[in-house]
Nanobody, 118 residues
């Protein structure tokens, strides 16, 4: 059974930083596509960062230069370092995993709230 557990969300002032963690069990993160998504109230879910099928990294334009996705294979954990946070980054952030041969993500975490105050 695959489980993804996010942590690290919270309240931070604009310009601050947070690091989100996604601890995986039942699946080896280095063998799958891993992504971070977010959804703000009234908005569609968007992918903000990911390890792609080729193990390269993807970043949404809105977070390029501010967010960094990384992983610790020994801990089977994926991270999202978020710097220079802005109020528009406020959302629930989700970790997701999917097979490399597929474009879809088949397992999702429960989400962690990130709130950035101005």
């Amino acid at each position: 059974q695959v489980q993804l557990v996010e942590s690290g969300g919270g309240l931070v002032q604009a310009g601050g930083s947070l690091r989100l963690s996604c601890a995986a069990s039942g699946r080896t993160v280095s063998n799958y596509r891993m992504g971070w998504f977010r959804q703000a109230p009234g908005k569609e879910r968007e992918r903000v960062a990911a390890f792609t099928w080729s193990n390269s990294t993807y970043y949404a334009d809105s977070v390029k230069g501010r967010f960094t996705i990384s992983r610790d294979n020994a801990k089977n954990t994926v991270y999202l370092q978020m710097n220079s946070l802005q109020p528009e980054d406020t959302a629930v952030y989700y970790c997701a995993s999917g097979p490399r041969a597929s474009s879809r993500y088949d397992y999702w975490g429960q989400g962690t709230q990130v709130t950035v105050s101005s």
